[in-house]
């Protein structure tokens, strides 16, 4: 879209074809308000958190000497994650306010979680049929040995040292 296209879509005569050029370029005096970025979005047909984004994976400056990674500086806006330094039971608070109803940033934390830990062992599973196989026989035989010695009366610290046996041929 070009900027006399964005203009027309504005819909504010205050904000032509050139002052939207001057805001791209960075070169108009004030900075963008809220409302602004707001109105961009919708004209650009974006959400407004890509507006806040720079180009490329470049860290996101948020205040002079704090600076956040593009997907963490999403979930910080997003009320998902507070930054380094900040005073984590205000940031929650406030964010429990404007997390969408019944669920909670932690939550929504959580879940993502819980379906990247998911597919990472889906993934992990999925070739090792043959591997899952062979560790149910073993585990099979070291069960079958240790409980044949418990039935035939093997004494306790005979017992042990085989269980430590085999937990030291794991390590």
Known sequence: MNPDQAAERYADPAMSATVLMNIEANRRRTPVTIDELIQFAHAYDVPV???????G???VQVAPGVTADPARFLRWIRGQQPLDGTDVKLYEAA???????GQSAVHELRDEFLARATNAFDMFFAGSEEMTRKTRAQMRDVLSEVREAAASGTPTDELLAVIDGYLDRLQ
Do not use: K
């Open 49 to 55: 958190e890509a507006l806040l984004l720079p180009p």
């Open 57 to 59: 994976d470049r860290p």
């Open 95 to 101: 964010a429990t306010a404007v997390a969408p109803a």
